[in-house]
């Protein structure tokens, strides 16, 4: 399964991370109200479990848009660890800093434009984000730093290497094991 996001992603006081629906920041008032009026990334990564390869990608400016989560020393999303094996969660930036969200980009951000053109390549996904990560950092200045958690054991491509072309595969790690 594939899932990607843009917009604002919010970490609540209990450690759980909130992607806001357009909307959610006038509808939501105070943070009680966030697992019914936001979509939790946790719901998301539990859905996907045990169905292969599941990747998740989080163009979150990761800055609160609420009064009530300013003052509580967290910005944007928490990194998401353990669980399935085969999940991979690519986040805009890290953990305590915000993605750029301005129009300066033209209608993409950095880190969408980045993924766009490499997701065009021939590229296993590690390499891929590596690509995006140099792209991102270089255009934001090093201010943006995408990151992902490479909790998978699958090679994947969104585009195939031509025919005769393809890498080494990695071993599998259930035979390893």
């Known amino acids: 399964?594939?899932?990607?996001?843009?917009?604002?992603?919010?970490?609540?006081?209990?450690?759980?991370?909130y992607l806001l629906p357009i909307g959610a920041d006038t509808d939501i008032i105070k943070s009680?109200?966030?697992?019914?009026g936001?979509?939790?990334?946790?719901?998301i990564r539990g859905a996907m479990d045990g169905?292969?390869?599941?990747?998740?990608?989080l163009d979150a400016c990761r800055k609160a848009p609420y009064a009530f989560m300013r003052g509580?020393?967290?910005?944007?999303?928490?990194?998401v660890t353990g669980g399935s094996d085969d999940i991979l969660i690519a986040y805009?930036?890290?953990?305590?800093?915000?993605?750029?969200?301005?129009?300066?980009?033209?209608?993409?951000s950095p880190y969408t434009a980045?993924?766009?053109?490499?997701?065009?390549?021939p590229l296993p996904i590690e390499i891929l984000l590596k690509k995006v990560r140099a792209d991102v950092m270089r255009q934001t200045h090093g201010s943006q730093r995408p990151i992902y958690n490479p909790e998978f054991t699958q090679d994947f491509y969104f585009t195939a290497?031509?025919?005769?072309?393809?890498?080494?595969?990695?071993?599998?790690?259930?035979?390893?094991?």
Not at 38 to 43: Q, R
Not at 51 to 57: M, P, R, S, V
Not at 92 to 108: F, H, L, P, Q, V
Not at 114 to 121: C, D, G, T, V
């Open 114 to 121: 980045s993924l766009i053109k490499w997701m065009a390549e």
């Open 72 to 79: 509580n020393g967290k910005r944007g999303l928490v990194p």
């Open 92 to 108: 805009a930036t890290a953990a305590g800093d915000s993605a750029d969200d301005s129009d300066a980009y033209g209608s993409n």
């Open 38 to 43: 936001a979509v939790s990334l946790g719901f």
């Open 51 to 57: 169905g292969g390869l599941n990747l998740i990608f």
């Open 161 to 177: 290497p031509p025919a005769g072309k393809e890498p080494a595969v990695a071993p599998d790690v259930e035979a390893i094991l």
């Open 1 to 17: 399964g594939l899932v990607y996001f843009a917009g604002h992603g919010v970490q609540a006081e209990d450690s759980h991370n």
């Open 32 to 36: 009680a109200q966030l697992p019914d």
